[in-house]
């Protein structure tokens, strides 16, 4: 590749790159955790939402700090769930709840990874102990998978604009896959294989020019004595004799 020519990819190679979309993380995963919070998989809840479906994947975010904690568990499980299932689920981790202050919302509609799925927020406040916990939970299905979220903190940073935050968080889960704008890397691709034949016709055309010129060898002083038919010596002559 000439000098010329290393412009010209350098340039391809970084349109090429912008034609890429690559995840904060590869396979399913909040693609956006708070600043933070640390991959621990080995952090398991004390109640699922779907307690009797294997368990096919499984990843927790934790941050821990002097006003609490906060986890968010990320559980897979065979077979896309319905809005039934759900239901279902919320209803079971309502009736697991022991803490008399607790409440949930109605289950909402989202829209995660841009797929259909559902969610819901739970509290733990009363009057005299103020906001305690705060919780999200969210359901995302897949064609052959689904994914069960749940986001837990006591920390004030997430009680106070809670459900909102906690919602937002989540609903960066995505299953991270790179993807590539074929067609524009196509026509990027077009484009450097044209510039490219062209600055070959180019320099082709100079070279053509330069093999037409005549060059022409101008003589040197010292042999225009060699033109004119003289020898050229160059020993001194010798000095007359006197008579």
């Known amino acids: 590749m000439t000098c010329r020519a290393l412009p010209v990819a350098l340039v391809a190679a970084v349109i090429t790159l912008s034609a890429c979309?690559?995840?904060?993380?590869?396979?399913?995963?909040?693609?956006?955790?708070?600043?933070?919070?640390?991959?621990?998989p080995e952090t398991f809840q004390r109640r699922r939402m779907f307690?009797?479906?294997?368990?096919?994947?499984?990843?927790?975010?934790?941050?821990?700090?002097?006003?609490?904690?906060?986890?968010?568990?990320?559980?897979?499980?065979?077979?896309?769930?319905?809005?039934?299932?759900?239901?279902?689920?919320?209803?079971?981790?309502?009736?697991a709840a022991t803490d008399p202050d607790v409440s949930f919302s109605e289950i909402e509609a989202l829209t995660?990874?841009?797929?259909?799925?559902?969610?819901?927020?739970?509290?733990?406040?009363?009057?005299?102990?103020g906001l305690v916990d705060v919780a999200y939970h969210a359901v995302i299905p897949y064609d052959t998978t689904s994914f069960a979220i749940a986001f837990t903190s006591g920390e004030p940073n997430f009680k106070g604009p809670a459900p909102?935050?906690?919602?937002?968080?989540?609903?960066s889960?995505?299953?991270?896959?790179?993807?590539?704008?074929?067609p524009l890397i196509a026509i990027v691709m077009g484009g450097f294989l044209f510039l490219i034949a062209v600055m070959r016709t180019r320099a082709k055309e100079r070279a053509d020019r330069l093999r037409g010129i005549n060059l022409v060898k101008i003589p040197r002083k010292e042999d225009e004595g060699h033109d004119n038919g003289e020898p050229n010596d160059p020993r001194p002559s010798p000095a007359p004799e006197s008579a």
């Not at 889960?173 to 074929?182: P, R």
């Open 51 to 95: 307690p009797d479906l294997d368990v096919t994947f499984h990843s927790a975010w934790v941050h821990t700090d002097i006003g609490g904690v906060s986890i968010i568990y990320v559980n897979g499980h065979p077979g896309s769930l319905t809005l039934d299932d759900v239901t279902g689920a919320r209803e079971g981790v309502l009736a």
């Open 173 to 182: 889960f995505a299953i991270g896959q790179t993807t590539w704008n074929k």
């Open 112 to 129: 995660i990874d841009g797929r259909q799925a559902w969610g819901w927020s739970e509290e733990i406040a009363s009057s005299s102990r």
């Open 164 to 171: 909102d935050t906690l919602r937002t968080i989540i609903s």
């Open 21 to 40: 979309e690559i995840p904060h993380f590869q396979g399913p995963q909040i693609q956006n955790p708070p600043p933070g919070f640390f991959l621990q």
